[in-house]
């Protein structure tokens, strides 16, 4: 795995948490976080397969 990889898979979950804690928050809307959780799942599976 490379170093760019790595990142990818420690940065994803990062959102994914940061998401969850504005939506907990009254922040972020249910519809925001899930669009929001949907696009860096969907760029980091894109960047990991492509690296």
């Known amino acids: 795995m490379s170093e760019a990889q ?3 898979v420690t940065a994803t979950p990062i959102i994914i ?3 969850a804690a504005l939506r907990r928050m009254g922040v972020l809307s ?3 976080m899930v669009s929001a959780i949907a ?5 980091a599976v894109v960047l990991f397969t492509t690296q």
Do not use: N, R
Not at 39 to 43: D, F, P
């Open 6 to 8: 790595l990142g990818l």
């Open 17 to 19: 948490v940061f998401a």
């Open 39 to 43: 696009a860096s799942v969907a760029i």
């Open 30 to 32: 249910t519809t925001g």
